[in-house]
């Protein structure tokens, strides 16, 4: 069993086999390595049946979504002359992440944006609050 957090890196296309069985080929991303030795790594994951139909909508470009997947395996390529490697599987199951910019966009509510005001520099006991805080010890 494999299992990874990859992101999107295209729209999910529900498609039908002959035999009216939906499938998705999903293409997910995920990063190796870190800095200057950073590589992409690329899995080609299919999910079928009615989990596929039922997902198709939410596999957006860019989500993230942890895939369990079987058969994995490791599909050599050449492209423009460069050799490379991707993986493809069959998932098993995926859970869907909680992107932040999605949920921060959906629970603020649309209001106009107001002046803030500044915050006094003194609390009702009279104490000063621009004092620095960093402690040297």
């Not at 997910?28 to 079928?48: F, L, P």
């Not at 909680?98 to 520099?121: C, E, I, L, V």
């Not at 003194?122 to 004092?131: A, I, P, V």
Request: glycine share 6%; net charge negative.
């Amino acid at each position: 069993m494999f299992n990874k957090l990859v992101r999107i890196g295209k729209d999910a296309v529900l498609r039908f086999t002959q035999n009216n069985t939906p499938v998705i080929s999903l293409d997910c991303v995920y990063d190796i390595g870190w800095g200057d030795k950073k590589k992409s790594q690329w899995i080609e994951a299919a999910i079928w049946g009615k989990q596929a139909e039922a997902l198709a909508q939410y596999l957006t470009k860019g989500k993230q979504v942890v895939i369990y997947a079987d058969d994995v395996e490791v599909e050599q390529y050449e492209h423009n002359g460069k050799a490379g490697a991707k993986l493809k599987c069959r998932v098993v199951n995926i859970d869907l992440t909680d992107n932040k910019q999605d949920t921060q966009q959906q629970s603020k509510p649309q209001q106009p944006q107001q002046a803030q005001q500044q915050p006094s520099t003194q609390q009702q006991g009279g104490f000063d609050n621009s004092f620095d805080d960093d402690i040297p010890f």
